[in-house]
């Protein structure tokens, strides 16, 4: 069994939370794809009974603020990540822990994993196009 639990949907301009879905299969650890806009995406994570303690791999699609703004709070909860991006995206996240939270140290298991278009990944048990 696969279950999709949408974090946030809509855009940063509009009352809706920015983009973030969990992903959740049998034998499998949640996947997270998108962290929304902020602090929200914690929030979200609680409402749905999970907690930043029970994540670890993170897709992201882009760099956009509504799609890894839920980062620092995940960097904050000092655990070791699996973080799967674009070369761009993993710089842009990197930019903005050094903008906003410049003295906050990364848990040493943090892992950025570059990814391509159109290829396939096995990340934690699920199959990643």
């Given at each position: 069994m696969?279950?999709?639990?949408?974090?946030?949907?809509?855009?940063?301009?509009?009352?809706?939370?920015?983009?973030?879905?969990?992903?959740?299969?049998?034998?499998?650890?949640?996947?997270v794809?998108?962290t929304?806009?902020?602090?929200?995406?914690?929030?979200?994570?609680?409402?749905?009974?999970r907690?930043?303690?029970?994540?670890?791999?993170?897709?992201?699609?882009?760099?956009?603020?509504?799609?890894?703004?839920?980062?620092p709070?995940?960097?904050?909860?000092?655990?070791?990540?699996?973080?799967?991006?674009?070369?761009?995206?993993?710089?842009?996240?990197?930019?903005?822990?050094?903008?906003?939270?410049?003295?906050?140290?990364?848990?040493p298991?943090?892992?950025?994993?570059?990814?391509?278009?159109g290829?396939?990944?096995?990340?934690?048990?699920?199959?990643?196009?």
């Amino acid at each position: 069994m696969m279950q999709v639990t949408v974090l946030g949907t809509g855009a940063p301009l509009c009352q809706r939370i920015a983009t973030g879905m969990m992903v959740q299969a049998t034998d499998c650890p949640p996947l997270v794809i998108d962290t929304c806009g902020g602090y929200e995406f914690a929030r979200q994570v609680v409402r749905v009974g999970r907690t930043l303690q029970d994540l670890r791999h993170i897709i992201l699609t882009h760099r956009h603020m509504d799609h890894i703004g839920g980062m620092p709070a995940l960097f904050m909860a000092n655990k070791a990540l699996d973080i799967y991006a674009l070369p761009d995206t993993h710089e842009g996240v990197q930019a903005l822990m050094k903008a906003g939270f410049p003295e906050w140290p990364i848990h040493p298991e943090v892992q950025h994993h570059p990814i391509a278009p159109g290829e396939v990944y096995d990340i934690a048990g699920y199959s990643v196009q």
